[in-house]
């Protein structure tokens, strides 16, 4: 709604929807840079594809290079592409590869790709190997996808793990009541979700950026307020926008002047000066 009515602010400024359009566009992006930083980074997702073309023409010459399969099967796993980082990384593992690392890449891309029971197989394996591995990631993603299939008791329990090691987390504390009160327990849900915003407001700057998004979707209503905050400021700058002679021209069926206004013409000139 707040964006409905910025278009129209703008629209009347500028006369041209299209331009309109692409302003709202920028100011979206420059106001998420300098504050809410909630938008992906175009500058980083242009990299991280030039990087990504850069190790497929790696790996179409030299299809035995790993490091390039492991790089590139990270990415496709954060562009959610997993069946695709299946196809990249399973060479690595056939090769003899059974690092954590690549257990753990290999399994989330499982999970992705829909294959639950190798995925769970891959990150249990990871699990004996290095049970905290990345902080507890191994339970968070396996809590992610359970949850995602339907499995709520096994979401559940993954994920009350991985909160009692990331004391801090808002993504799992988050996740956790969504399972939460899908088993019913709605109390506990909304406990959680309090918990949530706690730690995102009592989080060091760096760390509320990176958990923004999942503490605005444990407690909506402070994004709903600053919209509604927005649309506010719009209407009341578009109520006085007439005060300022700032409205859209209107053009009638006789063009700029319409019926009624149109200019008179050369032959009636002659008729006034006749009489």
């Known amino acids: ?6 278009w129209v602010f703008l629209t009347l400024l500028t006369g041209s929807p299209f331009l309109s359009l692409g302003l709202i566009v920028l100011i979206v992006f420059v106001a998420d840079r300098f504050t809410w930083q909630v938008l992906p980074s175009p500058v980083r997702l242009l990299k991280r594809f030039q990087r990504a073309g850069e190790l497929a023409s790696t790996i179409l010459t ?24 299946v196809d990249i990384l399973k060479p690595n593992l056939e090769a003899g590869d059974e690092d954590v690392d ?15 029971q190798r995925g769970e197989l891959l990150l249990d394996e990871a699990a004996k190997l290095d049970p905290g591995h990345k902080l507890g990631g ?9 949850l995602k299939r ?28 969504k399972a939460l009160a899908q088993a019913g327990q709605g ?10 915003w706690t730690e995102y407001v009592a989080a060091p700057r ?9 503490a605005w979707r444990a407690r909506p209503s402070r994004p709903l307020m600053y919209a509604a905050a927005l649309a506010l400021v719009l209407g009341l700058l578009g109520s006085l926008l007439p005060q300022f002679g700032m409205t859209p021209e209107v053009r009638g069926p006789g063009g700029r002047y319409g019926t009624y206004g149109a200019p008179p013409s050369a032959s009636g000139g002659e008729e006034y000066l006749g009489e």
Request: glycine share 8%; aromatic share 8%.
């Open 1 to 6: 709604m707040s964006k409905w009515i910025l």
């Open 62 to 85: 030299n299809p035995h290079e790993r490091r390039a399969r492991h790089e590139l099967a990270d990415i496709r796993v954060e562009q959610r592409r997993y069946a695709e980082a």
């Open 102 to 116: 690549t257990l753990y890449l290999l399994g989330v891309a499982y999970l992705g790709a829909g294959d639950a």
């Open 138 to 146: 191994i339970d968070l993603e396996r809590g992610r996808f359970r």
């Open 150 to 177: 339907g499995d709520v008791a096994g979401a559940v329990e993954a994920l009350g793990r991985y909160c009692q090691v990331r004391h801090g987390t808002v993504e799992g504390r988050y996740l956790l009541a």
């Open 187 to 196: 109390a506990e849900a909304k406990q959680m979700r309090d918990q949530a």
């Open 206 to 214: 760096f760390q509320r950026r990176r958990e923004r998004k999942w």
